[in-house]
């Protein structure tokens, strides 16, 4: 009764005052930038953070949240009408998507995405409501030490999750743990590494690392596929209608979906990327029609689409409760909440109780605004995107150095924004991953001082990380996370050089 009082106080917060037209600002600007090729919800909430400045924090952060549902919603149309995935975790939507477009099922295609979207994020915000007070109040029990293993477990997780080489996730968290390093040491007072420069004293701005790898790399990307050539016009959208025999054959995939993306959400690092690529595996393997996945098979649109949308809810769990983002969009967030001097973690429940209730009831709030702002005005988005790419890559590129200049009214934090959007181009082009070094470079501060704090308390005995048994649990898995990548290639070599049953062995 006190949750569902609680989440009574956060809705009506949410759609009072300005606070509506907040989130219908967020979901509409979220959609639009979500649905951009390449541009996913962080870089949405990256290039328009530093435009809630002055704002009313639980307002501010209303309106990022909408931005990141909108962002998840619009993330599906560019999949399914340009075979080009929004982010990293709407990949999996072109598998089916793009096919059902060229089938001329484009209306199908985007209505099962939008309902998809709708009740995976619905589900998602129902977990999200009943276990995030409880799992608060667990962490309030966790120690310095705790805290400290808990950090070093979800940069492992995050380097050993992501996509491509888990060497180079840890060589991408290293970067940004390194980076950290730079300003005034707070226990000892001296510069480390600013090079003589007062604008470094205090750090390089977090702000503009996340403006600078996600916005102004992603205009650098672009801008080298426009002048490649590899830019594709959107199909026509065809009549926007689902058969009831879709309809049935999608109705237990949208539970399934949302379920796997909730609780692969909850994982630090795993994100939707990991949720999606869940989702659609296991859907296929149940699948009695495994043939017509990669061809524009429903289940293979909508069980992605849920996932997605249930893992954001799933990703604020550990955010809201031990301040440990869950994923990149989740960790520019994470970077909006310490602006405004709110520290997240186990007391944000009780000392915040306005600003937690309410962002969790305005994501209530936006994802039935998306669902009634997506479907009817599907053709308008799918005309956005025949915008020319190279106005809208002006646009978003004008937004991030304006942004960027707004920090602390500086040009040196536009040149070192620039810089960082040169770093993040030259990441991508070796295929090292942004996210771990963004959240290396966001959770660093809570590393340094939760290890500092624990050795203290225990007189600098290191026995404390393995005698405690949270510790020792986070321990062996982050251990197990380190070495799971390294078994999975051993394995994979030793399948690769087995010879085949059907291979024709010489006589003996």
Known sequence: MDVFLNLLSGVQTAVSGGNLLFILIGAAVGTWVGMLPGIGPATAIAVLLPFTFGMDPTSALIMLSGIYFGAMYGGSIASIMLNIPGDASSVMSTLDGYPMAQKGRAGAALLLSAAASFVGGTLGLIGLTLIAEPVSRLAVKLG????????????????????????????????????????????????????????????????????????????????ENLVAGRWTAPQAIGKLWATKAEWMRVRFTLVRGAVIGFVVGLLPGAGGAVATLFAYSTEMRLSSRKEEFGKGAPEGLVAPEAANNASVSGALVPLLTLGIPGSSATAVLLGALMMYGIQPGPRLFTEQPVLTWGVIGGLYVANIVLLFLNVPLIGLWVRVLRVPA??????????????????????????????????????????????????GLVLSSTLEQSLRQSLSLSGSDWSVFVTRPVCLILLILTVLMILSPLLAARRKRRADTRPADDEVRPDV
């Open 144 to 223: 310095p030490s705790e805290y400290f293993m808990l950090m070093v477990f979800a940069l492992a997780a995050t380097a050993s999750t992501v996509s491509g080489s888990a060497v180079r996730g840890f060589i991408s968290l290293l970067i940004g743990l390194a980076i950290a390093t730079i300003g005034i040491d707070l226990q000892s007072g001296s510069s480390r590494f600013t090079f003589g420069m007062p604008e470094l004293a205090d750090g390089a701005p977090l702000l503009a690392a996340i403006i600078g790898v996600y916005a102004v790399t992603e205009v650098m990307v672009t801008a």
């Open 390 to 439: 190279a106005l809208m890559m002006t646009v978003i590129m004008v937004l991030a150095v304006t942004g960027a200049f707004s920090l602390s009214n500086s040009l040196f934090d536009v040149w070192l924004t620039l810089g960082f959007g040169a770093m993040g181009y030259l990441m991508r082009k070796a295929g090292i991953p942004i996210t771990p070094m963004i959240l």
